[in-house]
């Protein structure tokens, strides 16, 4: 029997921060359970279906802790593949592991933690968490460089309140590859991966075509009052801001400024016309479950690693805000997530309609 108090599931991939966050948790007196996550793969072979599977036993076997594999393939399809596949089919750029954290891989350790009798879950994430009376509170890590609390902004309560994230207040990549390597710990020297991880390294594209191919038709790459300038292979190939790729000769760099299902068409033009002074989100999420008020100042990032951009949010309803950023920003997409800070904190975000 497990005391629950001092018994933690910890996610796990083999990777060098997962199995640093693993040593720590020991280091401060934990029991650790292991936990990986068997997902749907794209373009699947025996060889890279197991290789994370393997990576995850080996750094389990090197810290000494028991290491369970969940499969999760069809929920992994149904929660993150789908809604990926139909965003790109609607014009959107999605980030899928923003979805994936709350309804995958967080539900997942939550539901093993219930099950063996655990407090609490960890991960590998370079964020904090802070209990307060009013709630746990969602920080940045000390490192900015590897913060990852935008990717987490949609955890909820429920998962905050068990939630150990050990690296959060280690200073740097290089702190976690030093710790692997004094405790000689396996995937001291493994890069980090930039993949969707259901992608085997592909490209998203060759996922549209194979599964998707209904959602790829040529169409008109136009200029703003409609002239004709080329020819697109298809919308879910762009994004907004893109300038490579187009296939079209300018006296000028263009880039894509909409993509427009409705009539497949791209409309293309200077990057000064990039600049928006304001957007809507849709399907809003905040850390302590209700907004701060329905009027409110905050930092925000308009895509993950983009700077910090000072905004005012009108909150309309429930799922649903208007954003009017202090400066203009280029590259505002539908699909990617708009966070809100205050200083450190994380206070939610939601998608840009």
């Known amino acids: 029997m497990n005391d629950g108090e001092k018994c933690v599931v910890l996610g796990m991939s083999g990777g060098v921060d997962s199995t640093v966050a693993g040593a720590l948790l020991l280091e401060q007196g934990y029991d650790v359970i292991g936990v990986v996550l068997k997902t749907w793969k794209a373009f699947q072979s025996t060889d890279t279906s197991e290789k994370m599977i393997n990576e995850a036993e080996t750094a389990a076997h090197g810290l000494g802790i028991p290491l369970r594999v969940l499969e999760i393939q069809a929920r992994f399809y149904q929660h993150v593949v789908v809604p990926f596949l139909d965003a790109y089919s609607k014009g959107y750029t999605p980030n899928p592991c ?155 760099p263009l880039y894509v400024l909409h993509l427009v299902p409705e009539t497949n068409t791209l409309v293309v033009g200077p990057r000064h016309r990039l600049e928006r002074a304001n957007c809507t989100l849709e399907d809003l999420s905040f850390i302590a479950n209700t907004p701060p008020a329905l009027i409110f100042s905050a930092e925000t990032r308009i895509r993950y690693r983009a700077p910090r951009a000072p905004a005012t949010i009108h909150i309309q309803d429930k799922n649903r805000a208007h954003v009017t950023f202090a400066s203009s920003q280029h590259g505002v997409a539908p699909g990617q997530s708009v966070v809100f800070y205050q200083g450190d904190e994380v206070l939610g975000g939601g998608v840009i309609a």
């Open 98 to 252: 923003i979805l994936c954290n709350p309804q995958l891989k967080f539900a997942a350790l939550l539901e093993t933690a219930d099950q063996v009798g655990a407090q609490w879950i960890a991960t590998g994430h370079y964020a904090r968490t802070v209990p307060t009376a009013a709630g746990t509170r969602l920080l940045c890590a000390r490192s900015q460089h590897q913060d990852q609390a935008y990717m987490l902004y949609r955890l909820t309560q429920a998962h905050l309140t068990r939630l150990k994230l050990p690296l959060g207040e280690v200073a740097s990549k290089t702190d976690v590859r030093v710790i692997a390597r004094q405790l000689r710990l396996p995937g001291a020297e493994q890069h980090d991966s930039q993949d969707l991880c259901f992608m085997q390294g592909r490209d998203y594209r060759s996922l549209l075509h194979a599964l998707r191919p209904e959602a790829i038709a040529p169409g008109p790459i136009v200029d703003e009052i409609g002239t004709v300038l080329g020819q697109h292979q298809g919308l879910p190939f762009y994004t907004v801001g893109q300038r490579g790729g187009l296939g079209i000769s300018a006296p000028h």
